[in-house]
């Protein structure tokens, strides 16, 4: 009974944590400082700073840098506990592990210590190489997941639109963002489905029968809805070319904003 709750709890877990990741439109509606910013300024604005954090290879700049983006997480009112979720989970702990090995490296040592007959050194220059590497990931991720958090997704891709983005990548970028959360709902159903109906008591071979059906049910419902979905696209006149209504308008509160970027980058 154990097990079947941690497998249940793994797996609504999962596809809440994704569901979140992708649908982040309550935070785009509120009334934030980064929410009120026209998007194409806001990306160009934020472009700056990602090549900033790549060009810096000092701590206290990185430092400062990632406190800038806390604070506009706060001004843009969004929930710090949230926010650090986002940007702490998967890549910045991925790179942490990749950057552990380059504590090790030549340089000045800090501590020392024998296992089974190795010596392992942690050196200073290799400790900064490392907090260096984390910090640039974490920094560059929590712009990201600003941009992300405090931009509606079709505006998003009309950015892209006016940027020249090449039209077919904007389709099916769109499309996966959109089906991506229609196929986790199709699999939450069949999961719940399946257990009301069946329960826990499933031997391993009909587990697998079970799921190699549901794989080729969902194949077959995607590639259908697929086409019924381009056909509608083409009665309502789609020849290739997506058209959105740009009224996007840059104020005086955008310049500012950009006057503001330029000082922060040079000044650090």
Same mark, same amino acid.
């Given at each position: ?15 809440? @944590? ?13 009334k934030g400082f980064l929410q009120s910013l026209d998007p ?23 430092? %400062?840098?990632?406190? @800038?983006?806390? #604070?506009?997480?706060? %001004? ?17 702990? #991925? ?45 560059? %991720?929590?712009? %990201? ?8 997704? #079709? ?7 006016? @940027? ?18 229609? @196929? ?85």
């Amino acid at each position: 009974m154990k097990s079947d709750n941690f497998i249940e709890r793994s797996i609504v877990g999962m596809l809440t @944590f994704l569901k979140d990741g992708i649908i982040s439109e309550e935070c785009a509606l509120r009334k934030g400082f980064l929410q009120s910013l026209d998007p194409r300024v806001k990306i160009i604005s934020f472009l700056l700073f990602i090549l900033q954090v790549l060009m810096t290879g000092n701590i206290q700049s990185l430092a %400062v840098l990632y406190a @800038f983006s806390l #604070f506009l997480a706060v %001004v843009s009112r969004i929930k710090l506990g949230l926010f650090l979720r986002r940007t702490w989970i998967f890549i910045p702990l #991925f790179s942490l592990f990749i950057a552990l090995p380059a504590i090790f490296g030549p340089g000045e040592a800090l501590l020392a210590w024998n296992i089974f007959g190795i010596k392992l050194v942690i050196t200073r220059q290799g400790l900064d190489t490392a907090v260096i590497f984390i910090m640039r990931v974490i920094t560059c %991720v929590s712009f %990201v997941v600003l941009l992300n958090l405090t931009t509606k997704h #079709f505006e998003l891709l009309k950015v892209l639109r006016i @940027f020249r983005i090449p039209q077919i990548f904007i389709t099916i970028l769109g499309m996966c963002y959109r089906y991506i959360y229609l @196929f986790i709902g199709i699999i939450q159903n069949k999961y719940l489905a399946i257990k009301s109906r069946i329960g826990s008591g499933v031997k391993y071979q009909q587990g697998q029968e079970m799921v190699a059906w549901n794989i080729v049910s969902l194949w077959e419902r995607s590639t259908n809805l697929t086409e019924e979905v381009y056909k509608a696209m083409l009665s309502r006149g789609y020849q290739g070319e997506s058209v959105a209504w740009n009224d996007f308008k840059i104020r005086i509160r955008d310049y500012l904003w950009l006057l503001a970027v330029v000082i922060i980058i040079w000044t650090i």
